[in-house]
């Protein structure tokens, strides 16, 4: 992303992504081949996606990061360091989560959805010229963190990788 991001942005991505400054640096991840032409199947967990495969990868199998080429979008997706005792401990950190969110964004909207067939929470808005989405889903006690910016407008590809998170990620399986 061009310029100094917006301060919300970097504390809601630190919300979303406990953990992730726990990793001992960003390392270049390589995804497998995807029956989508230009596109690369990723896990994280047992979270698995598709992301354009343009997109440049790094983390690891508890945190991955993926930048657009261009820098106006980025998506993080990740497991907190601990589990919760169960799903209802989870939905709720989620939703709490999400809450806390809320009030920094514009137009900003908080709804319970499914993701890969489990309950998730989802917060979308926006603030100084970015988009944001996030989205917390709970595989029993383990929550899966999904954080994605971009640069309004969002681009074509920006747009893709959420619908095909929303419409195509599995948990277990292949994506």
Do not use: K
């Amino acid at each position: 992303m061009t310029g100094r991001r917006p301060a919300f942005l970097l504390a809601v991505a630190l919300t979303l992504v406990a953990g992730l400054a726990a990793c001992a640096g960003a390392q270049p991840v390589r995804g497998t081949p995807s029956p989508r032409a230009g596109w690369v199947g990723y896990a994280v967990r047992e979270l698995r996606f598709e992301a354009p495969g343009s997109w440049a990868a790094t983390g690891d199998a508890r945190a991955l990061t993926l930048a657009a080429p261009d820098g106006r979008a980025r998506l993080e997706v990740s497991v907190p360091p601990t589990a919760y005792p169960d799903e209802r401990a989870c939905l709720a950190a989620a939703d709490e989560r999400t809450a806390s969110g809320a009030g920094t964004l514009e137009r900003a909207r908080r709804h319970p959805t499914r993701l890969a067939g489990h309950p998730a929470q989802v917060l979308e808005g926006d603030r100084g010229g970015w988009h944001v989405w996030a989205l917390a889903a709970c595989d029993g006690g383990v929550q899966y963190q999904i954080f994605l910016t971009a640069a309004t407008p969002a681009s074509p590809d920006a747009l893709d990788l959420w619908r095909a998170l929303l419409q195509a990620a599995r948990i277990g399986g292949e994506a």
